[in-house]
């Protein structure tokens, strides 16, 4: 596994897991965006999380960022680093103030451009004291 830039590059598109398995094969070099986290600390809530964050312009590149945390549930962590990619695409456009989040739609709007925004969330508690627990949550990409 590579892991890259937090850029979703412009055009790619988003391909179903089962889909994307299609094209791996056995020790083949990926690139990834990457979220991981562990623990051995009994009774411990880990998460590991990656966000997406698309312009309606698919001629530019969106953003991909990862997060990872302690203690945190699935929609949190998951809402976290989808909101900031979506952040960080609204800087790189310079519209930062026009972001805002639309609860009927659940998507962020900029301006009149709205923004494809999703996320993958992997949690898991801690269930034997000094046995580690590891999640992960990967934006894989296929050339």
Not at 15 to 33: A, D, H, N, R, T
């Amino acid at each position: 596994l590579v892991e890259v830039s937090s850029i979703f590059p412009p055009n790619a598109e988003i391909v179903s897991k089962e889909e994307g398995l299609k094209y791996l094969k056995p020790g083949q070099i990926v690139f990834v965006v990457l979220a991981k986290n562990s623990s051995d600390e009994f009774n411990r809530l880990i998460s590991a999380a990656v966000g997406l964050a698309i312009p309606k312009d698919r001629n530019l590149y969106g953003y991909l960022s990862e997060h990872h945390s302690f203690g945190e549930p699935e929609k949190v962590a998951g809402d976290f680093p989808e909101d900031l990619a979506a952040e960080m695409l609204a800087s790189t456009l310079g519209i930062e103030h026009h972001l805002v989040w639309d609860e009927s739609s659940q998507n962020w709007k900029l301006d009149d451009r709205i923004l494809l925004t999703q996320n993958i969330v992997s949690t898991a508690t801690v269930e034997k004291s000094g046995e580690w627990t590891t999640v992960i949550a990967a934006a894989v990409l296929i050339p």
